[in-house]
């Protein structure tokens, strides 16, 4: 027998019907109608089944599939595409799973034997397949079949049943009831398909896939389809309507893998399967220097670009629908809208549909940390009540969304923004680091532990975890804000040049804020540009009187006493008042 390691394959044999006659009528022109076959049909169709051509005999050719189903497949689609050519070669074509032994590129085995044994039976232009094709593809496939009993086949001792394929009756996928959308958002990662031909890379996507499913599980928001559902369609051509029907869901992630030297490039997308349309598309062009941390940053770029991309495709359609028909999910994410509008009159808004979330579902978490959030702003940026009120509601409706769901990063990043206007430092980052334990690649709860760092005193980390939000995300509505604490590290570690530079960026993106207007002063104070500083101070003084007195009369109870003293010394230099 053959030795080295044994696996199933699903093997297809397929052999040029009456090649001799066309060689000895003309050669050079079969040659290359054969070559041609192999290159334009053959090799396609099988990389688009996730198979292989192993072995090219002239007259015939052998293909390598992880399945019998996937082989049968391929098969039907080739003599379909020669059935639609009104002239040219035909095939006659056996198709057989069993044991196979790598040799190098070539494989030997029964597997192999069998399928070049049955192919001989089939009709020209037809399929030939064994009991455990037959038995493999029940279930998943509509096949009618001609019962050819037991034939003779050449070198083989053990009885194989043959099934002649009626190619008038096409193999069909079995139809299964539509499945309803569940109350959430719904997503399946298809098997990314494999353009290299190198079986290598077929691990490597099939590693990434299963990883870009385990990251989008942590979203606690999103029903997202398992492994094993997804892997389904693994090799199939796929109609992703019918993939949204069949698995009951909403978006469907697809993508492809292909090798290039030392080189591989991935790409994305993300469709809406209801209407069939692009929600996102990206694409990735790496080093293979270190495959698995290849396929580690791969993944966290993926899953990171699509929470925010499934949030606002969520946001659109829900303002489609009428305020009334909202669930508890779609008011929240209707809240969300209007509360990235930063505007005091949008923010009550968010405010009425966050409530509406929580009347609909109480126990529903992202209802109180959505209200949580709206509250604190209206606290914030719209009122001029005291900054302390923040640790009533807003503080409480944080705790009971962590209550509700302390599995969800957004609960828990919500709350240690809360812990932090308490003045609350460790316990806020804490909390912060156990929303990113549980969701690592959300741009939003990797923007919080960066906040409550920053204003903890950990400089370094906060403004690396920052820039990683705003990689992961970087047309997301709240980068303004994200600005803020990277300027507010920057000045508080004492780097005015670069807080300075940052702080005109906020100034750019939301103009109608005090905070940074005066920041810019105190920078230009610390760095010994007084006179400029002076006139950025009465120029803000005159266009926020009220937000200015307020900011000036309340102690910031996110900042640590000697970053308040910091802030305050530069706005008395750039005020020219004296000790």
């Known amino acids: 027998m053959y030795e080295g390691k044994r696996r199933l394959a699903g093997i297809l044999a397929a052999d040029v019907v009456g090649y001799s006659a066309m060689v000895a009528a003309d ?163 298809l098997p990314f398909q494999n353009m290299s031909g190198d079986p290598e890379q077929e691990y490597f996507a099939d590693g990434m896939v299963e990883e870009i499913i385990t990251a989008l599980s942590r979203i606690r928001w999103l029903f997202v389809i398992a492994r094993n559902s997804s892997f389904t369609y693994k090799g199939r051509t796929v109609n992703i309507k019918q993939v949204g029907r069949e698995l009951g869901v909403r978006y469907v992630l697809e993508g492809s893998v292909r090798k290039g030297g030392n080189r591989v490039r991935i790409t994305a997308q993300l469709i809406d ?89 109480p126990n529903f978490a992202p209802g109180h940390y959505g209200y949580a959030l709206a509250l604190q702003w209206d606290i914030w940026h719209f009122s001029e009540r005291p900054f302390s009120e923040v640790q009533r509601t807003p503080r409480d409706e944080a705790l009971i969304a962590v209550s509700l769901d302390d599995k969800d990063a957004v ?34 709860v990797i923007s919080m532990l960066g906040c409550v760092l920053c204003y903890g005193g950990y400089r370094e980390e906060a403004l690396a975890r920052l820039q990683q939000a705003m990689r992961v995300s970087p047309h997301d ?21 670069a807080a300075l530079d940052t702080w005109h960026e906020v100034v750019r993106l939301r103009p109608g804020y005090l905070a940074p207007h005066q920041m810019i002063a105190a920078s230009l104070a610390h760095l010994g540009r007084l006179p400029e500083a002076r006139a950025v101070l009465e120029r803000t003084g005159a266009r926020f009187p009220e937000q200015d007195r307020r900011f000036v009369q309340q102690r910031l109870p996110w900042l640590r006493p000697e970053d308040y003293a910091l802030r305050s010394e530069g706005l008395r230099l750039a005020a020219g008042e004296t000790p």
């Open 477 to 497: 509505p709240l980068t303004w804000l994200w600005q803020i604490w990277r300027a507010s590290a920057q000045f508080y570690d004492r780097d005015f040049a």
């Open 27 to 189: 050669e050079p022109a079969t040659l290359a109608r054969v070559r041609a076959l192999r290159t334009e049909i053959v090799e396609p169709l099988a990389a688009g089944h996730g198979g292989r051509v192993f072995k090219t005999m002239g007259d015939g050719f052998l293909l390598e599939f992880a399945s019998a189903v996937q082989a049968l497949r391929c098969a039907h689609a080739i003599q379909e595409t020669l059935r639609a050519r009104t002239e040219g070669v035909r095939l006659r074509i056996g198709v057989h799973q069993g044991e196979v032994v790598q040799e190098g590129d070539d494989l030997v085995g029964d597997g192999v034997i069998v399928a070049a044994r049955l192919e001989p039976l089939a009709e020209p232009g037809g399929i030939v397949i064994s009991s455990r094709v037959r038995e493999d593809a029940s279930g998943k496939m509509v096949l009618e079949v001609d019962d050819l009993g037991e034939p003779a086949l050449k070198n083989i001792a053990a009885k194989i049943r043959a099934f002649r394929v009626r190619m008038a009756d096409a193999p069909r996928e079995l139809t299964k009831p539509d499945l309803t959308l569940p109350d959430k958002p719904s997503i399946a990662v």
């Open 411 to 444: 609960a828990h990043a919500v709350l240690a923004h809360m812990r932090m206007w308490g003045s609350e430092w460790e316990a806020a980052i804490a909390e912060a680091r156990t929303g990113f334990a549980l969701n690592p690649n959300s741009a939003f």
């Open 273 to 361: 399967a209801i209407a069939g349309t692009h929600v996102w598309a990206d694409r990735y062009d790496r080093d293979l220097s270190d495959i698995f941390a290849i396929q580690d940053e791969i993944t966290a770029s993926v899953a990171g670009a699509i929470e925010p991309a499934l949030a606002e495709a969520e946001q659109q359609r829900v303002l489609r629908k009428p305020p009334k028909s909202l669930d508890a999910w779609e008011a929240y994410q209707r809240g969300l809208w209007h509360f990235n509008k930063y505007a005091p009159e949008e923010n009550q808004i968010a405010l009425g549909f966050f409530r509406q979330a929580i009347g609909l579902d």
